[in-house]
Every structure is written in structure tokens, then in C-alpha cells.
């Protein structure tokens, strides 16, 4: 996808991350974050049932997670990219703060979560 077509700000943030998908579990690294959904690094080649949901815990702090529930958009040998599916008020909220933070912003993280509430009703 090409930055001219994304409509959401991507925001570089050091992370770990946890990834659950039936009973398989694993740790990654994120590489970036949007209000639209995560691209991580994995530790070693992992395989994931594109077909299958994907929970994701993103650790900002001991306090401040954020967690949603994705499906795969990409897959290569080390990178995954994830589509965010349901995400919860808590969890919108804190990632809404760092985009803004991170924008410097305030109604540009505003206007992308319109956006992303607009897409969510059609």
C-alpha cells in the first residue's frame, strides 16, 4: 500500500507485543501502529492461518495496554502486518493519545478517528 493511499497516520513506536491465535502464542516486536491496525517484526519465521483471527496485546507500559483483535493483511518470513478488527474503548483511547502525541496533532488524530469510525458503520 502506498502512503498516498493510507488514510491513517502510522506512528514508529518501540513496543513488545503478544500475539494469540487459538492456542498458539508468540512475542514481537512493533515496528509501527495506526489506528487502522500494527506492523510487527518476529523473532524467527512464524506461520499464521491468514483465514484465522489474530489477538494482539500491544505493552506501552506495566499500566497501559493496548489490545485488539486483528486479521493478517501481510505475511512475509519476518514481518506481519495486522488489520484491526475490534478494538475496545480503553484500548482506542490509548492509541488515539499516542497518535495525537506523536502527530503533535491534536485534530489530526481527531479527524482519523472519524474516519475510522465513519468506515466502521458502512
Keep these: 500500500m502506498t502512503n498516498e ?5 502510522r506512528v514508529d513506536f ?3 507485543v503478544e500475539l ?6 508468540c512475542t ?3 515496528i509501527d501502529i495506526s489506528l487502522k491496525g500494527l506492523l510487527l517484526h518476529l523473532p524467527q519465521e512464524h506461520r499464521f492461518d491468514e483465514q484465522q483471527p489474530v489477538d494482539a496485546c500491544v505493552h506501552l507500559s506495566d ?5 485488539m483483535s486483528t ?12 488489520m484491526c478488527e475490534l478494538i ?12 495525537e502525541l506523536n502527530l503533535g496533532d491534536p485534530k489530526a ?3 482519523e478517528l472519524a474516519e475510522l469510525i465513519h468506515n466502521a458503520k458502512s
Excluded: C, N, V
Design 109 to 111: 488524530a481527531e479527524r
Design 63 to 67: 499500566q497501559t495496554p493496548i489490545s
Design 71 to 82: 486479521r493478517i493483511a501481510h505475511q512475509s518470513q519476518q514481518q506481519l502486518g495486522l
Design 28 to 30: 514481537a516486536e512493533l
Design 88 to 99: 475496545d474503548l480503553d484500548s482506542i483511547g490509548h492509541l488515539r493519545r499516542l497518535i
Design 20 to 25: 494469540e491465535q487459538g492456542d498458539y502464542r
Design 5 to 9: 493511499r493510507r488514510r491513517f497516520s
Design 14 to 16: 518501540e513496543a513488545e
